[in-house]
Structure formats: C-alpha cells, structure tokens
C-alpha cells in the first residue's frame, strides 16, 4: 500500500523534470562528427578522386546496397567507371567506410535525406563525390602506395626506397 | 420551464462529450510530462485540438462490421455505454439549483445506470465472436460483479450520515464537514472501486492492451470504437463528479462560486486518475478478484456495519 503511494509521487515528481524529447523540425539533435548518416566519396588534397575501385566496400556492405565498375585511366591509375549507392537499401552500418583502404567511402552526419520517388534513392557518383577530404586531412593514397601511375614510377612515393637494381646484387 | 431543461440538457451533452473529448488530449499530455515526454503539442495552440483531429479520423475510418460477428448486438453495444454514461449526469448536482433531476433516488439510480454500462462491454466482447474480444467481455463480466457489489456497499457510508438518496441532500449534509473524514475508508473504497468500474488503469484488465489486443474491443473500428473510448473518458468524469458529491461536499467551498468548486475537485480527481494511469502494472486477473473479493469487501462490510453503528448511537 505504502510503496503504491511513493510509487505514485515518484512519477508525479517527474513534473519538475525537463522533457527528453527534442522536437525535431525546429530544434535539431546534436550529433556527433563520427556519427554514420549519409555516405559520401572523398577526393585527395590534389582533388583527384581517392576510391582506386577496390570492391572491398561492396563486398563488405551487407545488405549490398553498392555497386561500381572499375576501370583505369590511360597512366594506370584506377577509378571507377560508375559509383551506386542505393540508400533504399543502405542500413548506414559503416562497413563501407571500415572496408575501405583509402578512405575514399565515408559517412558524414547528416541523415535528412527524405525523398518523394524512390528512385530518387539512388545516387550516383557525381551525387556522392564530393569537394573536400572528408575526415582525414593531408592523406592521399597515390603519394604512398608503391604502384606507379602516371607521373610517378615505382620507387618514387613518400617514405619509399627507390627498387634494387638486381644486376647490381651480383658478386 | 421546458424549454430551460431543454437548453439545459443540450448544454450539458455538448459540455461533457467535448470535455470527454478533450480529456484524451489532457491525459496523453499529462502521460507525457510524467514520462519526460512533450505529448501531442501540434494540433492548434500547445495540441489542444488534438481531439477534434481525432475525432475526424474516426468519422472518416471505415465502418466495418466482421462478417463472424453477431451484427446487431455488435452494433449495438456501443450505444449502450454512451447512452448509460450519459444518463448518469443527469442526477450529477452541479450547483444549486444546477442539475436536471432532483431524483429522490439519485443515487441508485448512478448505480443502475454504471451496472448497466457492463453490458455494453459484456455484449460487445461476446459478440464480435473473437478470442481476445470474448476474453476481454468475460473478464469484464468478472470484474464488473466484483467491484459492484463494494460499490454499492461503500456508498451507503454517505448515505447514512445525509438520510437520503437524495444527492441534494447528500451534498447539503456535507455543510460542516466532508464525508471524506468520518468516511475515509468508504471513499478509499469507493475510488478503488470506480476505477475498476471505468475499466481505468490498473484496473483495464478487460482491456489489457499487452495481453488481449485490445480486449473487448479487438473488433471495433472507426466511430463504434470511438463510442466505448468516449464511454470510458465520460465514466472517468462522471466518477469524478460523484466522487465531489458524495465524499468532498460537493460545491460547498469558501470565497469562489459553487460551480468552481465543484469543477475544481472533479478535475483534481480526473488528474488522480491520470496519475494512477502513469504510475500503477495492472494486477492479474485471479489477484484482482482476491483482492475484491477477500479484501475489499469485508472492509465495505466492515464499514457499514461500524458507519451504522454509529449512526444509531447518536441516536439518527
């Protein structure tokens, strides 16, 4: 009887409480830089594109919501021909992002991407890419990764040793 | 002198189906504030007009009657509540001089009209010839019986003290002093007892969204469902009303007008109510019947006897 009677104050007490809820449309949520919303593709401080192409993201995504080709430009470096996302399907668990070796695939928080046609879900490359580096400033795979590209042989990338003349070996 | 009760008693339909309306905005509201929640607050200044969206969803919803079911007990049996609910305020004395009937029976006649608004709960659960509907009606049927009978026994308290059924008189005897001080246990009992009687929580086992559905009426669609939701909200009022009248002195107050009064403790009963909502599980079905039957009966008895006792002492 007693502990019905406290339970009964306790709650009436929560009319000194401050509301949790926070309503949405004209008071926006704090979220926080890490938080995994909309997924975007980054470019290197050059402003070429960082994804070489890989098909780690879209093994990784399990709900296979991505889809790319990969191709390769005349000086061997690669890129994809086309980069798909379908956000239909897309349940933002950020494999993507961990998957990938460049950091090209990352999720930035925003989440407000509402649509009135489906197929407006459906972003493209040129919908994904965007200006900037994204969350990790100053890395551009291209300048460390020892393949060579145009404009740059093997031997030639930061913190690389230029290869070993093998004829050179000989006794 | 017709036409005035005539006027009357269009006011006070209108009154009390808007208030029973608007009660739902007022408990989700209150729910909210005890839950750290906001509550409906869109629909016109601070969601106020809540309801009235609501009740044009409902007028609009399809009005689907099962093809299993017993089509005209189950159309029916939302009439019944509202018409049953509705007739109690009738006898419900507002102010002096405010009420429509000065029934010498008054108070028998609130306890005819509330037995008779089981049936409407009994029939709709059976008729809609569903499990969960025809479990909710045979609980309500249970619980019902039960907590009538105590209802019945804890109003005699007031009874005896006033000498009348008259809820005039019963109202007029409070002048000096409350009944809700020689007859503490009376209104305990009386309150426990009308909230299972509304079917309000902890009490809504006939209901029970967790377990039945949602009772006895899984089956009940648009404004039929409708019916049985203003039903419970307009019995949520009329117990109120009772309550003040029976064990609070009902209009009797200093410095404001009579009508305030009265107004003012119904409505801080209607928030009790809301409060038992947010705070209290609902007890299962066989500790409910005990606790009726084992202990909150021979307490009504036990105040009667020792209420009469003292009555005839002083000589009444």
């Excluded at chain 1, 004209?26 to 979220?31: D, F, G």
């Excluded at chain 2, 009390?16 to 016109?44: C, H, I």
């Excluded at chain 2, 001080?181 to 009376?186: A, I, M, S």
């Excluded at chain 2, 009386?190 to 929580?201: D, H, K, M, N």
């Amino acid at each position: 009887m007693l502990s019905i009677l406290r339970t009964m104050w306790d709650v009436f007490l929560h009319v000194f409480k401050r509301p949790v809820t926070i309503p949405y449309p004209e008071q926006k949520a704090v979220l926080s830089p890490r938080y995994r919303g909309r997924i975007i593709l980054s470019r290197d401080p050059d402003g070429g594109e960082r994804c070489v192409a890989c098909y780690l993201c879209a093994v990784a995504c399990p709900v296979d919501c991505i889809a790319l080709q990969a191709t390769q430009d005349e000086t061997g470096r690669r890129y994809p021909e086309f980069f798909r996302i379908n956000f239909s399907r897309c349940i933002f668990c950020g494999y993507c992002e961990e998957a990938c070796p460049t950091y090209a695939i990352q999720l930035i928080p925003e989440f407000e991407m509402g649509e009135y046609d489906r197929q407006n879900m459906v972003y493209e490359k040129e919908d994904l890419l965007i200006a900037g580096e994204g969350k990790y400033h100053g890395y551009n795979y291209w300048k460390v990764a020892g393949a060579a590209i145009g404009g740059k042989d093997k031997g030639e990338a930061e913190r690389e040793s230029p290869p070993v003349d093998l004829h050179s070996l000989l006794p | 002198m017709i036409l005035r009760t005539l006027i009357f008693i269009v006011g006070l339909l209108f009154i009390t189906l808007t208030l029973a309306g608007w009660l739902t905005w007022v408990e989700r509201r209150l729910l909210a504030v005890w839950q750290d929640r906001l509550g409906p607050n869109r629909v016109g200044p601070f969601g106020t007009l809540q309801a009235l969206a609501d009740a044009i969803k409902l007028f609009t919803k399809e009005d689907w009657v099962p093809p299993f079911a017993d089509k005209s007990v189950f159309v029916i049996a939302p009439a019944i509540i509202l018409i049953a609910v509705l007739m109690s305020f009738v006898i419900v004395p507002f102010a002096p001089g405010l009420l429509l009937a000065n029934l010498n029976i008054g108070l028998l006649f609130f306890l005819a009209m509330s037995s008779l608004s089981v049936y409407s709960i009994v029939l709709g659960g059976w008729a809609s010839n569903s499990k969960y509907a025809l479990l909710g009606g045979l609980r309500a049927a249970a619980q019902m019986i039960t907590y009538e009978v105590f209802l019945g026994l804890s109003v005699m308290g007031p009874v005896l003290l006033a000498g009348s059924f008259r809820l005039t008189d019963i109202v007029e005897a409070q002048q000096e002093l409350w009944f809700v001080v020689p007859q503490f246990l009376g209104f305990v009992l009386f309150l426990i007892a009308g909230v299972a009687e509304t079917r309000r929580l902890p009490f809504d086992l006939p209901e029970a969204e967790t377990e039945l559905a949602a009772g006895f009426h899984t089956e009940y669609s648009g404004m039929k469902f409708g019916m049985f939701f203003i039903g419970e909200y307009l019995g949520m009022i009329l117990l109120s009303a009772m309550i003040t009248t029976l064990y609070l002195g009902g209009w009797h107050g200093p410095f404001l007008p009579p009508i305030v009064w009265f107004l003012l403790k119904s409505s801080f009963f209607l928030v009790l109510f809301i409060l038992l909502r947010a705070s209290l599980p609902r007890p299962r079905l066989d500790q409910l019947m005990s606790f009726g039957w084992k202990v909150l009966l021979p307490l009504a008895l036990a105040n009667l006897l020792a209420t009469g006792a003292v009555v005839l002492m002083r000589g009444g």
